[in-house]
């Protein structure tokens, strides 16, 4: 099955422009990349060989979940940057309040999820505890939980900031958090079946 890259158009001040088009190809790249991945898997994947220590196989599988992950990252961290309304909806809000107490003690804790991440700060619905989580990756495949439903995704890579902040991850944390798309978000939390 072949992936197609999302089309997002810049509306956010949360970066500049070229540093968004650049951004852009670097998704692009992860799209190219699982459908490489896959069309390998298709075609030649040699089973036989497969091994934990190293093989074909095991390559190709490594590459598959680090791939995918970073394009549904990607395309969430898109779709939930850029909003105008400057505070959660109601369903978000309560999942938030449910967990932290707060949106101050949330955003406190996203903070520093962010600060202390190297790749991913992810809100998300814990289906196993029934609570909300911010959740450190430092990987697209590391700190994944397998339950975890992802409400809102703060790209924490470097690539991320580093060409608009450089090392001043702060700033660009409370500018992402500043400009999050709050529809996108609430629009993701009703999806869940929660009271």
Request: glycine residues 8%; aromatic residues 14%; charged residues 25%.
């Amino acid at each position: 099955m072949t992936i197609n890259p999302k089309e997002f158009t810049y509306g956010t001040p949360v970066v500049s422009k070229r540093f968004f088009d650049e951004h852009i190809k670097l998704y692009k790249g992860y799209v190219e990349k699982i459908n490489q991945v896959r069309e390998e898997l298709c075609a030649d994947p040699k089973y036989a060989d497969a091994n934990s220590a190293w093989s074909h196989f095991r390559g190709l599988k490594k590459g598959e979940t680090y791939s995918m992950d970073g394009v549904i990252l990607h395309e969430l961290y898109f779709q939930n940057m850029g909003g105008r309304k400057q505070e959660p909806g109601p369903r978000t809000a309560k999942l938030i309040t449910a967990a932290f107490g707060s949106f101050d003690n949330w955003a406190e804790d996203m903070t520093a999820c962010g600060k202390a991440a190297r790749g991913w700060a992810v809100f998300a619905y814990e289906q196993r505890s029934r609570c909300a989580a911010n959740i450190l990756q430092d990987a697209h495949d590391d700190g994944v939980l397998w339950t975890a439903y992802p409400l809102l995704a703060m790209d924490m890579y470097e690539h991320a900031y580093y060409g608009d902040y450089g090392t001043d991850k702060s700033k660009y944390i409370a500018k992402f958090l500043e400009n999050v798309n709050w529809d996108v978000v609430e629009s993701r939390a009703s999806r869940l079946f929660v009271d």
